[in-house]
């Protein structure tokens, strides 16, 4: 069974147009995360949300805009696509207890976004 | 804020012998964790192994183990008898044990195992 799933596994579109990725996990898990690695592959945090709220929100252009229904599932969405935008965007979860160990974060596949 | 610092250029490796992946450290944070991601050439991320900071001892996974040295801050990924599906990056990744979830990853290692 997948734990993290993301769609699309890849998008192709034109500068300008929005998009949307989305993922769930099926994991029972309270927090989400979303990540870009970029083309040198340096991974960096976007966003990330706990129990819907959002408790992470890096300096991200306001265009990207995390959208959070249910624990399970958090949506990322992209306005007015630029080329910079290109990367690999990946989602993940991790069951966060106070002062837990072994929490460590399960990653989605990765949507890999090209923007022409 | 953290800050994982992985230097190393891409490593060939013999197949069966040993690699040793460095990973150096700084956190302000008292109470923290330590984690290795391997992402093979199809992408996904996998996690291999993970240390806290007030552990006594070393963490140990099948082929993985960390040599955490907490003075020097660094926490070494170990690999023993390398296999060609081991053929991949490594990535390190710190966190705060407190506080928010970020979780901060150096720019990763590139290991080719030949055989």
């Known amino acids: 069974d997948t734990a993290v799933s993301q769609t699309p596994k890849y998008l192709v579109t034109q500068m300008g147009n929005d998009k949307s990725i989305k993922c769930e996990q099926n994991?029972?898990?309270?927090?989400m995360y979303w990540y870009k690695q970029d083309s040198k592959k340096f991974l960096k945090i976007m966003f990330s949300?706990?129990?819907?709220?959002?408790?992470i929100n890096e300096t991200v252009p306001n265009r990207f805009s995390p959208k959070s229904p249910d624990k399970a599932h958090l949506n990322l969405h992209i306005n007015s696509l630029e080329l910079g935008d290109s990367a690999v965007y990946f989602c993940?979860?991790?069951?966060?207890?106070?002062?837990?160990?072994?929490?460590?974060?399960?990653f989605g596949p990765g949507t890999r976004l090209t923007v022409l | 804020a953290q800050k994982i610092t992985q230097t190393q250029p891409g490593m060939f490796v013999q197949e069966k012998e040993a690699v040793t992946l460095d990973c150096t450290y700084d956190?302000?944070?008292?109470?923290?964790?330590l984690f290795w991601y391997k992402q093979p050439s199809s992408g996904e991320m996998i996690f291999l192994i993970y240390?806290?900071?007030?552990?006594?001892q070393n963490a140990t996974e099948g082929r993985y183990s960390l040599n955490f040295q907490k003075a020097r801050k660094s926490a070494n990924l170990v690999i023993s008898a390398s296999q060609l599906g081991d053929s991949a990056m490594y990535f390190c990744?710190?966190?705060?044990?407190?506080?928010?979830?970020?979780?901060?990853f150096g720019k990763g290692n590139q290991v080719v195992v030949i055989p």
């Open positions: 956190t302000s944070d008292p109470s923290y964790g």
């Open positions: 949300y706990n129990n819907k709220e959002l408790i």
């Open positions: 994991l029972g898990h309270d927090t």
């Open positions: 990744a710190m966190r705060a044990l407190y506080g928010n979830n970020r979780l901060a």
């Open positions: 240390q806290g900071s007030y552990d006594q």
């Open positions: 993940a979860s991790s069951q966060d207890k106070a002062g837990g160990r072994n929490n460590e974060q399960f």
